[in-house]
């Protein structure tokens, strides 16, 4: 037998040619990159490797040995088939013209989530959606009587090639054409500016009893800034643009009028997006209390409050937490609200113009311990500042010259950091944006359940560093924020806002290494929230086209927590029977747009307890 004989004949990556979709858009969310399906709504997560993968077919049909001669150095065999495996699928990466046409014929078209559209004259469908890319538009879509009843057929139970024969049947019509207007409806109702529509890839009754339910691209938008122009627009090395890439004119819907917010709504949606802010009056969610009558009733159960306590509250809110809140003790307080922001400062003196013995200051956040100049406080309160503050990139790596990989059994289940990891942490070290290496060592912060890279609270920890030089052997410090024990800090966008959750166990190993105590506890149940309330529960974006929804029959949609009751009564003044999607959580899951079980208060402390 020969030795070309024994050779191995490697299988092609595939057969044919495959060329990109020409309905994809990219988005961008720090340092992950996502994929938009036009036509599906499908929504998938990528490095920005896979990005250029993608983009590698988008001027024109490749062969698999040219993605092989492209690639193959990079990703061996088994990477580039499962890369195929996923995208060609999902209609990414297509093998002929007739591909997705043959796709859509068979998917199930079905309501995403969060959206706001008008029912209630089946004939005459309005779509209310909000423009993340502008963040300050909306568009009112309405439907025709033939997109109306259309629209009525989606359900998640219809594939569309069956909602094509029922309607071709009923105005007796070629299948093949009505089809192509359903599809051609659809891929405006699909498309990432709207996203009121997606399409499964089987009827949604079979997701029911699945162990990990609906695929999350069903109940998913894309709120991210898109950048499918910077992707396609070529520069050179030094970043000189070669060729820009113009996006291409799109079909629009026929009835869209769009709707301009105003600047200064736009600042009063920012600004009531806070627990203090929604709950400000008296709720029945706080059995009849403000919010700044529970934050008192917690913070004196830990601190009591006696005559010439002096209070600092970092940030302020609307100052409704600060005049309830003093408005509630028995005694002659001191109370200090430290804002950054200048202009805050203004907004806050003016609204506080008539409480006494409060002051406001404003300054650099990471010199407040110089600003007050040696001045301490009994009690120090922060409620939703923290995630104001920097968050930093961070890569750790092994002494020993490879990553520092770790199973995931080894990691901690308990918000603790288990003593295997003590000597490991040793034989790591860290690479970071600003003063993060610094910060690390400072406090000698144990990361060994870190992955390779991950973001650091780097403006929280130097916050609690200043604060404890504003501190004496009583004072009590509590710091409410999103975010978990164990968990390391995930990136949110609302209102175009980048946030950064917050990693409570290494803010509770700074405050250790400075000598106090501290712990932390869910909010919600310091706050004593009556949890199984039932509340009108939405999103910021839904909100905004909710409230012109209602606007548009003469009825106001208020910045405030509606309980299930006070909602519908809103919906039968307008005379809205049928509004999608509509929905009403248990308080301890949504309140508005806020999802208070997310909250932590981490509580700082010296070991005098009262």
Not at 312 to 322: K, Q, R, S, V, W
Not at 558 to 573: D, I, N, V
């Amino acid at each position: 037998m020969t030795d070309a004989a024994n050779t191995e004949t490697k299988a092609p990556l595939f057969e044919g040619t495959l060329f990109l979709s020409p309905n994809l858009d990219y988005f961008q969310n720090g340092d992950d990159f996502f994929v938009y399906h036009n036509l599906y709504g499908y929504i998938l997560k990528m490095s920005e490797d896979l990005v250029d993968f993608l983009e590698f077919f988008h001027d024109g049909p490749k062969d698999a040995d040219a993605v092989t001669a492209q690639f193959g150095e990079v990703f061996d065999a088994d990477t580039l088939n499962n890369f195929l495996s996923v995208f060609r699928p999902l209609s990414c990466l297509l093998p002929d013209d007739e591909f997705e046409p043959k796709k859509t014929h068979d998917m199930y078209p079905t309501l995403a989530r969060w959206i706001a559209v008008d029912q209630t004259d089946p004939k005459a469908i309005v779509i209310y959606a909000f423009d993340t890319q502008s963040q300050n538009q909306i568009m009112k879509i309405s439907l025709d009587a033939w997109e109306s009843r259309l629209w009525g057929y989606i359900k998640g139970d219809k594939s569309v090639g069956d909602i094509a024969a029922i309607i071709a049947e009923e105005d007796a019509q070629p299948v093949a054409e009505v089809e192509l207007r359903i599809a051609c409806s659809l891929a405006l109702w699909t498309h990432c500016s709207v996203q009121a529509v997606k399409l499964s890839a089987e009827p949604c009754a079979n997701f029911k009893g699945r162990r990990f339910g609906v695929p999350p691209y069903l109940i998913s938008t894309m709120p991210y800034e898109k950048v499918t122009s910077l992707v396609r627009t070529h520069v050179d090395e030094n970043g000189e643009i070669l060729e820009k890439w113009e996006e291409p004119v799109r079909c629009k819907p026929t009835h869209l009028e769009i709707i301009d917010l105003d600047a200064q709504t736009l600042e009063d949606d920012k600004n009531c997006a806070r627990l203090s802010s929604l709950l400000a009056n008296a709720h029945p969610v706080l059995s009849n209390r403000s919010y700044g009558k529970a934050v008192y009733d917690v913070i004196s159960k830990y601190a009591p409050v006696m005559d010439d306590c002096k209070i600092l509250e970092i940030g302020g809110g609307l100052g409704d937490t600060a005049k309830n809140f003093i408005k509630s003790c028995n005694c002659t307080v001191h109370y200090t609200i430290f804002t950054p922001d200048e202009a805050h400062a203004e907004l806050l003196k003016n609204i506080l113009k008539d409480i006494e013995n409060i002051r406001i200051l404003s300054g650099d956040i990471d010199k407040i311990a110089d600003i007050f100049n040696g001045e301490t406080f009994d009690i120090i309160y922060s409620d939703e500042f923290l995630a104001n503050l920097p968050a930093v990139n961070v890569r750790k790596m092994s002494l020993d010259g490879d990553e520092d990989e770790e199973e995931e059994d080894d990691r901690p289940d308990d918000g603790e950091l288990k003593p295997a990891h003590a000597a490991d942490n040793n034989k790591i070290t860290f690479i970071g944006e600003g003063d993060a290496v610094q910060l690390i060592f400072k406090y000698k912060l144990n990361l060994c359940d870190a992955p390779e890279d991950f973001i650091l609270n780097s403006g929280s920890l130097r916050l609690i560093g200043n604060l404890s030089k504003l501190a004496t052997f009583r004072t009590q410090m509590f710091l409410i924020e999103f975010g978990e024990d164990i968990k390391y800090p995930v990136q949110t966008v609302e209102d175009g806002k980048i946030t950064y959750s917050q990693h409570f166990g290494i803010l509770k190993q700074a405050a250790q290494k400075l000598g106090f105590l501290a712990s932390s506890s869910y909010w919600m149940e310091e706050l004593d929230l009556q949890r199984d309330i039932k509340m009108f529960a939405t999103t910021r974006s839904q909100f905004k086209t909710l409230r012109q929804l209602l606007a548009d029959h003469d009825v106001a949609l208020e910045r405030k927590p509606y309980t299930q009751p006070e909602f519908e009564e809103l919906l039968k003044k307008a005379g809205r029977t049928s509004v999608v999607e509509v929905n009403y959580e248990p308080a301890e899951d949504r309140i508005s747009g806020l999802v208070p079980h997310a909250y932590k208060m981490l509580r700082i402390y010296k070991e005098l307890e009262f």
